[in-house]
């Protein structure tokens, strides 16, 4: 099994799909991850069909991607889906972490990770399972399941069995759900929050224009934010109800934004991308005794009428402006 994370200076949806034709040509099973821009791949029948060992067929991924595409990619794999996920987040762009099949090699790399590593386990379960002093993955292995259930609950016996090294989740293959992203790179690294807010709004303003132009709906959004080391922060939001209205993007764009808790952070560019996209005709809209929304969906659209009539950027909200302009 195979992680591999995309990293590319400039991010659109068709790049990510001409990235995943390229891992489709190693192997057919791809299971497309286009929140954080990765894929998981089932490797098993192409080790034989290439003639190489899984770090030989890591190596010539991450060379294709280059080569073809000029992105630098970073891999994780192993035995399992988790591990090979665990490998990946530890791994820096250009480079790979084999975790070979062993029991002995999966236990030496899975026992000293701490315990927050492991999928299923967030900071709030990290913060419980220290308070019993559960610190790394071994700790994990180690704690009986009857006691690990006292503390976790019915989560216990997942976590327990992945703490093991045991996953049986498959790698399932889709194509890339639809979806629309917007995207800014900083001059430099930007350490100003106001700027931050004012990035993630344009970039809100841009994407509800394309959708509304384009007659598609977002049923929820992405916001990724990369800093100055080259990692990287997403966290997807669902929408209360499907839109392309702009104020609905800002304000759930801003909300992922003050979930992330910035401060005095590096960023060196920030994305958005409208997920699960659908035509516009499916559209349904809560009906209020207010008649603002109303006429926030009249202004935006006479708004729409004069970009499109004199070109990006000559209206928006003000706090938009002296920002960016998207492409």
Not at 62 to 67: E, G, S
Not at 190 to 207: F, I, K, N, S
Not at 288 to 298: S, V, W
Request: net charge neutral; charged share 20%.
């Amino acid at each position: 099994m195979v992680r591999i994370h995309f990293h590319p200076q400039q991010r659109s949806d068709e790049l990510f799909a001409q990235l995943l034709d390229v891992l489709g040509g190693i192997s057919p099973t791809i299971e497309p991850l286009p929140a954080d821009w990765s894929a998981y791949m089932d490797v098993t029948g192409s080790l034989r069909f290439w003639d190489r060992d899984v770090e030989g067929l890591v190596a010539v991924i991450r060379l294709r991607l280059l080569a073809l595409h000029g992105v630098q990619s970073s891999a994780g794999a192993g035995p399992t889906r988790a591990i090979a996920a665990m490998a990946a987040s530890v791994t820096a762009p250009g480079a790979a972490t084999i975790v070979g099949c062993t029991p002995y090699e999966v236990a030496a790399f899975l026992r000293p990770r701490p315990a927050a590593a492991l999928p299923g386990v967030g900071p709030k379960t990290a913060r419980t399972l220290g308070e019993y002093g559960i610190a790394t993955v071994g700790d994990l292995a180690d704690t009986p399941p009857a006691a690990l259930q006292r503390i976790l609950g019915t989560a216990a016996r997942q976590i327990h069995t992945l703490a093991h090294g045991v996953d049986e989740r498959p790698v399932v293959p889709a194509a890339a759900p639809r979806s629309m992203s917007a995207a800014h790179r900083f001059d430099r690294d930007e350490l100003d929050t106001d700027r931050h807010q004012r990035t993630v709004l344009a970039l809100a303003e841009d994407l509800g224009g394309r959708l509304r132009e384009a007659s598609e709906i977002a049923q929820a959004l992405t916001l990724t934010v990369t800093y100055a080391d080259h990692t990287h922060t997403t966290r997807t939001r669902t929408l209360a109800e499907a839109t392309a209205h702009t104020p609905a993007l800002a304000g759930t764009a801003r909300r992922l934004l003050a979930d992330l808790g910035l401060q005095r952070a590096r960023v060196r560019s920030i994305s958005l991308r409208a997920e699960r996209l659908r035509p516009a005709v499916h559209a349904t809209h809560q009906l209020t005794l207010d008649d603002r929304d109303e006429k926030l969906h009249r202004l935006e659209a006479a708004l729409d009428r004069a970009r499109a009539r004199y070109g990006p950027g000559v209206a928006g909200a003000a706090s938009a402006f002296n920002s960016i302009t998207t492409p």
